[in-house]
């Protein structure tokens, strides 16, 4: 049981911290290129961050359902800001 809420803070933290740091990128004013530095020295400890909150759920498969559908709703909220042109 453990293992697998310590793999759902590992990958599914990993694409969380991804989108969120790709979310934040966008948002910011100006080019999108500017935020790739600060990006990257955030992104460590999000991930982090979401590997630790993973331990808090009380099953590898609550950790899992609620880690993975976080990082596919901002993996979607990407698309949909690329897909409705809002972002470049």
Do not use: E
Not at 2 to 9: H, V
Not at 25 to 32: D, E, S
Not at 47 to 72: C, K, Q, T
């Amino acid at each position: 049981m453990m293992w697998s809420r310590a793999s759902a803070g590992l990958v599914a933290g990993f694409f969380l911290a991804a989108a969120l740091v790709g979310l934040v990128g966008w948002a910011l004013p100006g080019p999108w290129q500017s935020t790739i530095v600060p990006g990257l020295v955030v992104f460590f400890p999000l991930w982090i961050g979401a590997a630790g909150v993973a331990f808090g759920f009380s099953s590898g498969r609550r950790a899992w359902g609620w880690l993975g559908g976080l990082a596919l709703v901002g993996f979607g909220a990407l698309w949909a800001l690329r897909a409705l042109g809002w972002v470049q």
